[in-house]
């Protein structure tokens, strides 16, 4: 009980480490009304069912969406915390949504997150007019460590039965420090059963149902262009290498960024915490490239 305490306060932590650095970004951050944003978009019933949608600039807008998936542990942080990176990608001419999700809790698991996520896709390709989408949009997808996940997991059930995606489409997918072998978490050394039931929900130790909703399970089924992007302190950064070399087996379209810098600065989910950086400005930049080819 003591080490899964403790294992709640490190989280906690690190949300609240994250959160302050992205405030004091965002301080300096434009005014998001230059974007005009269409703010706390509902597409579900519950209150965290909901996500912000910008709009770049009318002057360089490239009419490409990118719908990002915060991380969190599966148990927390918010997608407002992540606008002050979004605007990275505003002033490079893509609309950007961020999303926000039912996290993990008593009442719901990672399951009912990857269907937030797709009931979230499909409203946007529903209400393309409303929210000003045309419809030779180029979509998106990204997500941070346990948001990568998220994200790609939805990008491989285009190609399968897993999850209710009718209507929509992507054109590629970004991961930075990804969670990506969902299943192989219940074997972590470290980590308690507390902490594993507390994240993972109470099939935590169900190694079948666990599979049932990795990324790595069903990585065959990807079909795009994947970005990859981990660091030398990411402590998931095994993960990213795993996925890597499961997508080069597949002989996939792979761009993989990995960041040799050892300074304190440049950790997990660099490129979203602590923007200015010069490691997370060389990430960010290969996102623009990396979508910047596929629509060009």
């Known amino acids: 009980m003591a080490q899964f305490k403790i294992s709640k306060i490190l989280v906690k932590v690190f949300n609240k480490m994250s959160a302050i650095s992205n405030r004091k970004v965002l301080k300096k951050a434009k005014d998001s009304s230059i974007y005009t944003p269409l703010m706390n978009v509902s ?3 519950d209150k965290q069912q909901v996500f912000d949608l910008y709009h770049a600039p009318k002057e360089n807008r490239k009419h490409a969406l ?3 998936v915060h991380g969190g542990f599966y148990v927390g942080s918010s997608h407002k ?3 002050p990176w979004a605007t990275i990608f ?3 001419g893509y609309d950007v949504a961020l999303v926000e999700y039912r996290l993990n809790s008593k009442k719901t698991e990672t399951k009912d997150e990857l269907e937030d996520i797709a009931s979230c896709l499909r409203y946007i ?3 393309k007019e409303e929210l000003h989408i045309e419809d030779d949009t180029k979509v998106f997808i990204t997500g941070d460590s346990a948001g990568g996940h998220l994200a790609l997991y939805v990008a491989e059930a285009l190609n399968n039965d897993t999850l209710d995606l009718q209507g929509c489409h992507l054109d590629g997918v970004l991961v ?3 969670s990506y072998d969902y299943a192989s978490y219940n074997q972590g050394e ?3 059963k507390g902490m594993k039931r507390w994240m993972m929900g109470p099939h935590f130790e169900d190694s079948e149902y666990l599979a049932k909703y990795s990324p790595r399970t069903y990585i065959q089924d990807l079909s795009f262009p994947l970005f990859i992007s981990t660091c030398a302190n990411d ?4 993960q990213s290498l795993m996925l890597k070399q499961d997508y080069e087996a597949l002989q996939g379209d792979i761009t993989f960024v990995d960041i040799k810098d050892n300074s304190k600065e440049v950790q997990h989910v660099h490129n979203l915490t602590n923007i200015e950086h010069p490691a997370s400005k060389e990430v960010n930049n290969a996102m623009i490239s990396f979508m910047d080819n596929i629509i060009a």
């Open 43 to 45: 597409y579900g019933q």
């Open 66 to 68: 990118l719908i990002d």
């Open 81 to 83: 915390y992540n606008y």
């Open 90 to 92: 505003l002033d490079a």
């Open 125 to 127: 390709f529903s209400h």
């Open 176 to 178: 930075n420090c990804i």
């Open 190 to 192: 470290g980590m308690t």
């Open 235 to 238: 402590f998931l950064r095994v």
